[in-house]
Structure formats: C-alpha cells, structure tokens
C-alpha cells in the first residue's frame, strides 16, 4: 500500500467485479442505441476505459476536459470545460462517464451543458457516490459504490494530481492535504 493511504477502501478486485456488472447492465438497456460514451476528465479515464470493456455493444468514446478543485479537497463550485467534445450529439443517447459524485456541482453543471445540444438522452454513470456531500440534487442512473466521506484516491483519483496510478481506491491520510 502506498505510504500517504490510509487505508484501502476498494480493492482491484472488487472494482473489478462492479465494473462488470454495471457493463454488463448498460449493455442490456443501450445494446442497439450506438450511445456516446463521456468519460469527464481526468478523474474517469481509468473507469472509463474498463467499463468499455465490460460493454459488449458498439458506442462513441467522447471526452470531456473539466477543471476541478485544483490542488484542494472541496469544490469551489466554479466548473470549467478545458477540452470540448469532437462530435454532435443531438439525437444521440449520452452516457456521462464520472469517478465520483460529490457535491454534485460538478455534474449537475454538465448535465445541462450537454442538454443544450439537444441529445436524445442523458444518462450518468458514476464509479462512486459520496452522497453525504450531496449540494444539489443529481440523478446519476448507473453507481458503482457508494462510499462515506472522505477523500478518496487511485484508480483514476488524485490529489493534487497525484495518486490515479493506484489500482486500488484508498483514502489518503488527513495529513497530506492539512
Ligand atoms: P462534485 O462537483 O463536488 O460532485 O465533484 C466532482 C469531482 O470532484 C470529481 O470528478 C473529482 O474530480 C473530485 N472529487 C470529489 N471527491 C473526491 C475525492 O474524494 N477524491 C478525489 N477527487 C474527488
């Protein structure tokens, strides 16, 4: 285990198995839907990339590039697109791909970023749900754990852009950030 993590909160296997599940349910609802897949940066690109996998069906990979909380661990409610997305979507069925859902601003934010295009439909698909931090209502369709508060690291997760290397999910010592 890495020295700034506390303690393991999800191992690899356990993603793993979720993973698998959720590709496999997303799979069902969207198999003729050809939907554009949204992995919201950076936070997702490791989800992202084994949800796919777990997706036996054809869809669009899309990224989004948004600013986060920069080197702290709570939002400052100011959301940023940093990178857009490279195709049309209105028609289309969207799935937004997230690591984790906190306050909520930051998706709540981008749900209606995205509706303004026109899709046929929105959905979200979240690896983690931290909903004892929840400010503004978002209705995220796919879950993959939900997890107590506190700041969580690996797998795609960072802390001042450190830490997504970690194949766990582990909470980072208070320390490093007080
Ligand atoms: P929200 O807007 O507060 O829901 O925050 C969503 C974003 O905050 C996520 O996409 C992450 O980038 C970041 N975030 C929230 N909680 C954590 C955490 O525990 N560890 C790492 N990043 C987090």
Same mark, same amino acid.
Do not use: W
């Given at each position: ?50 949800? !796919?996998? $777990? ?5 669009? %990979?899309?990224?989004?590039? *948004?600013?986060? @909380? +920069? ?66 209502? !978002?209705? $995220? ?5 939900? %997890?107590?508060?506190?700041? *969580?690291?690996? @797998? +795609? ?22």
């Amino acid at each position: 285990m890495h020295k700034d993590v506390g303690a393991i909160l999800l191992n690899e296997a356990e993603i793993k198995a979720r993973i698998l599940e959720m590709g496999a349910e997303i799979a069902a609802e969207y198999k003729d839907k050809n939907p554009v897949m949204i992995a919201v940066l950076k936070g997702s690109f490791i989800f992202m990339a084994d949800l !796919v996998r $777990a997706m036996d069906m054809p869809s669009r %990979i899309e990224f989004l590039g *948004v600013s986060s @909380y +920069g080197d702290k661990t709570t939002t400052t409610g100011a959301v940023q697109i940093t990178r857009d997305l490279d195709c049309d979507i209105e028609g289309r069925h969207v799935i937004v791909v997230e690591d984790i859902l906190d306050s909520g601003l930051t998706l709540s934010y981008l749900i209606s970023y995205l509706q303004n295009r026109k899709p046929a439909s929105v959905a979200i698909c979240t690896l983690l749900d931290k909903p004892e931090r929840r400010k503004v209502e !978002v209705d $995220a369709r796919y879950k993959g754990f939900t %997890i107590p508060d506190a700041f *969580v690291v690996g @797998y +795609g997760l960072d802390f001042a852009e450190q830490y997504r290397n970690l194949p766990y999910i582990g909470v980072l010592k208070p320390e490093v950030y007080a």
